[in-house]
C-alpha cells in the first residue's frame, strides 16, 4: 500500500459535458483519437518524427464531438493574468494556451526560438510559438520556467483555451521547429526536478456526475491522496509492447464473466478518451456474449433494459489482479441517453470498437470512464501505473 505524501500539489478538475456536437460522431471520434496515438507511438519508436500539420491520415473529427472532457485552471505569468482553461489529457505531453482567450504576456514571458505544433488525430491541432514562464498551479504552487506553447492557430477547440498535457515526455518529440529531437519536460517534470515535489508521480481521481460542469475530480502531483481511495494501490509495470510502451500502458487481461476477451495484451490509459475501447476481435465477443446490437443514431452498441439485468462484470487483470468493471459501469447514464441521440427505451454501453483487430500493439484504451471507477497513479520513477478502489467502483449511479 502507498500512503498518501505530505508535499503533494492538487489541482481540481471539472467534468465538461458536450449536449451538442457527440450525437452520431462518437464512435468515429475515439478511434480517430486512438489511431492517432498508435500513429505516434509507432512514430516514436522507430524514430519518425510526427507531422507538425494536420494530416489527412488522422482523420477530420473536431475535438467538440468528445463525449466529456476535463479540464483544469491554470494561471501563467508574473503577476498572472488569468486563469486559462486547459483540457486534461494523459495521452499527450505538450502544455499550450491561446485557443480561446488570447495569451497575455508579463514582465516573465519569454518567448523561445522554435515554433510549435501538435496533431490531436481527432481532427484537433494547434500552430504557435514555444515561450518560457511561471505556470501557477492549485495550492498556490508556481513552476517557474516552464515551457509551454501559445497557438497561433487552433482548430476546433471552443471553449477551452489549450491543453495541460500530462503524457510522458518523450511525446513531445518532433513537436518543435527547428529543434526536432528535443523534448519539452512536462508540469510533472518540473515539479520533481525542481524539488517542488519529492515523489515523481501524478494521480488522478475523477468522479463520474449525472450533469456538468462540476468540479468532480482532481490532480495530485507528487503522491496520492488517501481521501481518495480505499484499501491498496496495486502496481503494474508499463509495457515494454511498443506503440503502447510509448503511453501510461501495461499488459491485461480481459474477461467478460468468465469468458476471456483478451490475454496479455496491452493496451493505455487515456483521458482524452471517452470509453472503454477494445481491439476488434475482443468487441466482437463481448457484443455476443452480452446481446447487444449496433446502434446507428449514437454510433454505440445497445440492449434493452431486461438483457441488462444480465450484464456482467468486466474483469481486466493487471499484474495478477482483477479490476473489476461492473454492469453499471459499462453504460452511459441513462438520464442523459437523449444528449447522445439516443432514445430512453435502450441502455447503452460504453464499450466500443478500437478499430483494430488485436496484436497492434495497443489492443486497449482505458479512457475516462474507467478511470472515474478506479483511482489511477502514474509512477514515473518506477515506471508503473497504479489502481485502487473508490467510493464509486461500484457505485449504482448510471
Not at 508540469?187 to 520533481?192: I, Q
Request: glycine residues 10%; hydrophobic residues 40%; contains cysteine.
Amino acid at each position: 500500500m502507498t500512503a498518501a505524501l505530505n508535499n503533494t500539489i492538487t489541482l481540481p478538475i471539472t467534468k465538461r459535458f458536450n449536449f451538442t456536437g457527440s450525437a452520431g460522431k462518437i464512435l468515429q471520434h475515439e478511434q480517430a483519437r486512438a489511431h492517432a496515438l498508435r500513429t505516434r507511438g509507432v512514430a516514436l519508436a522507430t524514430g519518425t518524427a510526427p507531422p507538425l500539420t494536420p494530416h489527412s491520415d488522422v482523420g477530420n473529427i473536431p475535438i467538440g464531438n468528445a463525449l466529456a472532457t476535463y479540464n483544469a485552471f491554470v494561471n501563467i505569468g508574473t503577476p498572472p493574468t488569468g486563469s486559462y482553461v486547459l483540457i486534461v489529457d494523459s495521452g499527450s505531453a505538450n502544455t499550450w494556451v491561446g485557443a480561446d482567450k488570447a495569451f497575455v504576456h508579463t514582465s516573465t514571458t519569454r518567448e523561445l526560438p522554435n515554433a510549435m505544433s501538435v496533431v490531436y488525430g481527432n481532427g484537433a491541432w494547434m500552430s504557435g510559438t514555444e515561450y518560457e514562464d511561471n505556470v501557477a498551479l492549485g495550492s498556490g504552487v508556481t513552476v517557474p520556467g516552464q515551457y509551454f506553447g501559445v497557438a497561433s492557430l487552433a482548430y476546433d477547440f471552443e471553449g477551452f483555451d489549450g491543453v495541460l498535457g500530462l503524457g510522458p515526455a518523450d511525446l513531445t518529440i518532433g513537436t518543435l521547429d527547428p529543434d526536432r529531437t528535443s523534448l519539452i519536460l512536462t508540469v510533472t517534470d518540473n515539479l520533481y526536478f525542481q524539488d517542488i515535489i519529492t515523489s515523481y508521480m501524478l494521480s488522478i481521481c475523477f468522479e463520474p456526475p449525472i450533469f456538468g460542469p462540476v468540479i468532480n475530480g482532481e490532480l495530485t502531483f507528487g503522491g496520492t491522496d488517501s481521501t481518495k481511495y480505499v484499501g491498496d494501490i496495486f502496481y503494474g509495470p508499463i509495457t515494454t509492447t511498443s506503440p503502447s510502451s510509448k503511453y501510461f500502458g501495461v499488459d491485461q487481461a480481459v474477461w467478460y464473466g468468465e469468458h476471456m476477451l483478451l490475454f496479455n495484451s496491452p493496451g493505455i490509459f487515456d483521458t482524452g478518451t471517452s470509453l472503454i475501447l477494445l481491439a476488434t476481435d475482443a468487441l466482437r465477443s463481448y457484443v455476443s456474449l452480452v446481446g447487444a446490437v449496433y446502434d446507428e443514431a449514437t454510433t454505440l452498441y445497445r440492449i434493452t433494459p431486461d438483457v441488462y439485468e444480465d450484464l456482467q462484470s468486466l474483469f481486466f487483470i493487471i499484474n495478477g489482479v482483477e479490476f473489476e468493471i461492473i454492469p453499471n459501469a459499462q453504460i452511459w447514464p441513462r438520464a442523459l441517453n437523449t444528449i447522445i441521440g439516443g432514445s430512453n427505451e435502450f441502455v447503452y454501453l460504453i464499450v466500443g470498437d478500437l478499430g483494430t483487430n488485436s496484436g497492434s500493439g495497443m489492443d486497449i484504451v482505458l479512457g475516462m470512464m474507467f478511470v472515474e471507477r478506479w483511482y489511477t497513479v502514474f509512477n514515473l520513477e518506477t515506471n508503473q501505473v497504479g489502481l485502487a478502489a473508490t467510493p464509486f467502483t461500484t457505485a449504482l449511479t448510471n
